[in-house]
Nanobody, 111 residues
Framework: QVQLVESGGGLVQAGGSLRLSCAASATIFRFNVIAWYRQAPGNQREFVASITPAFNPNYADSVKGRFTISRDNAKNTVYLQMSSLKPEDTAVYYC?????WGRGTQVTVSS
């Protein structure tokens, strides 16, 4: 079973940047679509971005132009570079693949 571990969250001011990482425990990772989701308090979990094994990205409209997803298959790791952060980006960010989820990392953007 693949284990996913997110890291890189924290507190940042509006307009700032953070880079999240999602490390997987198995090489099957490199053959899967990997996605980032987020969940703010009181809200449903929502899609943020995904990347295919062929490195094709897809983004939610709310983050297009601000977030960049990338992957390093040699390290079994996917990254989410977040720039121009807004208070509404505050949420727990989760990594997911093949129906499996990490425990999430908290991102808090202060105004």
């Amino acid at each position: 079973q693949v284990q996913l571990v997110e890291s890189g969250g924290g507190l940042v001011q509006a307009g700032g940047s953070l880079r999240l990482s999602c490390a997987a425990s198995a090489t099957i990772f490199r053959f899967n679509v990997i996605a980032w989701y987020r969940q703010a308090p009181g809200n449903q979990r929502e899609f943020v971005a995904s990347i295919t094994p062929a490195f094709n990205p897809n983004y939610a409209d709310s983050v297009k132009g601000r977030f960049t997803i990338s992957r390093d298959n040699a390290k079994n790791t996917v990254y989410l570079q977040m720039s121009s952060l807004k208070p509404e980006d505050t949420a727990v960010y989760y990594c997911s693949t093949g129906g499996m989820w990490g425990r999430g990392t908290q991102v808090t953007v202060s105004s």
